[in-house]
């Protein structure tokens, strides 16, 4: 049985974005700007934007959702207190500073709930959780690890799921993965097809995705059959014609070589593929000089983890409009492969993935499963 949406939606909220609303570390609060079935989004509270309309910031689309100076302003339009207040960046290391510390704490002091995607827990720290109690907030760190007892270790029961499985991993992180992961679901919707995520950061919980896990919160012991575990359980409670796979970082970024176990574990034969063909190096590693992998490469790579890339997505981030529409046309002609810009062609634009999902959903149970050893024909090799 599906989720309902109603158990879903938890209430009004406010995204905390400090400055930063227009920069890619605020990654967060432009999911849920883009869409959100868990909040009902009033605004954003963000000084180097206020008065102009949060999705007008972000991509040019009006969303009607203002952005606010400060909290007071805020209280002053609407007359009443959100629900909650969500942080809305994805910081280094996923500290808060100084700063950010004391903007939560004067959250905490009005009585709204704070909602936490860092890893540094608030709810851990005695002042924040005083503060919380004496104010009837709460604080939800969302980024917190299931208990052991809780956490599920692979069992294998993946290769008995029948219900075809697209990863849309990247070839580094902070390229939109999730983004596109989403625009997947909203282009299949009026056509018929029905498409479930399996999130695997904060921002997809955030946005109301039922199934799912955090890769960066769960004990690495755990991360295969978490997401196995989220695959089997989508499958059997809501049916969909397909599982999109929502990436995280890169295969060989170095600061989070991710992806091997998504492919692996989830048993997943088609890849969607996300590139950022203006980025030289990976993000986190320029003082390194860690060079953003060879798309190509990239490609064949997740041919030898047994996978097959049946689209390639483009991020256009330090190019010109110009610039993307002409590499993406070369790029496709090159590879033969379908070359999508999902942000720069949204929403019609992304009608292009629908015959490459409706081709995958035909074909994929002709695609050839190297994850288990084949059975020896009989003979000798020798």
């Given amino acids: ?39 009902q989004v009033t605004g954003v509270i963000d000084g180097n934007h206020a008065g102009k309309d949060a999705g007008e910031v972000l991509e040019g689309i009006r969303r009607n959702i203002p952005v606010y100076a400060h909290m007071d302003a805020y209280l002053d339009e609407k007359g009443k207190k959100p629900d909650f207040a969500v942080i809305g960046v994805a910081l280094c290391g996923g500290r808060l500073d100084e700063e950010w510390q004391a903007i939560a704490m ?18 851990e720290i005695p002042a924040f959780r005083e503060a919380a109690q004496k104010n009837g907030a709460q604080i939800i760190d969302i980024r917190k690890s299931k208990p052991f007892d809780q956490l599920c270790f692979w069992s294998g029961r993946i290769f008995d799921m029948k219900i075809p499985r697209i990863a849309v991993l990247g070839t580094d992180c902070a390229l ?85 176990e998504i492919i692996l574990s989830g048993n997943i034969k088609g890849v969607i593929l996300q590139h950022a063909p203006f980025r030289k190096y990976v993000d986190g590693g320029e003082k390194f000089k860690c060079l953003l992998p060879d798309l190509e490469t990239e490609i064949r790579l997740v041919e030898l983890y047994g996978s097959r890339v049946i689209a390639v997505t483009l991020n256009g ?55 288990r050893r084949q059975p020896e024909s009989g003979g000798s090799n020798a």
């Fill in 176 to 260: 939109g993965k999730r983004t596109t992961s989403r625009l997947i679901l909203e282009a299949c919707e009026p056509s018929g097809v029905r498409v479930r995520m399996i999130y695997t950061g904060q921002t997809g919980w955030l946005q109301g995705n039922p199934y799912g896990f955090i890769l960066d919160s769960t004990l690495n012991d755990f991360v295969s059959g978490e997401l196995e575990d989220a695959i089997v359980r989508c499958e059997q409670e809501a049916g969909p014609d397909l599982i999109i796979v929502e990436g995280q970082s890169a295969l060989r970024n170095p600061l989070g070589p991710c992806g091997s």
């Fill in 1 to 39: 049985m599906e989720t309902d949406k109603n158990q879903i939606m938890m209430g009004t909220a406010v995204l905390l974005t400090n400055g930063l609303l227009a920069a890619a570390d605020a990654k967060t609060a432009h999911g849920l700007i883009r869409g959100t079935e868990r909040f």
């Fill in 106 to 123: 004067d959250i905490l002091n009005r009585g709204i709930s704070i909602v936490n995607g860092m890893h540094m827990h608030l709810s």
């Fill in 317 to 371: 981030q330090g190019g010109s409009c110009e610039e993307l529409h002409r590499y993406g046309r070369d790029l496709e002609e090159r590879i033969n492969i379908p070359v999508i810009l999902p942000l720069e062609n949204s929403p019609a634009g992304m009608g292009r993935i629908l015959p490459v999902v409706a081709k995958f959903i035909r074909n994929h149970k002709n695609f050839p499963d190297t994850s």
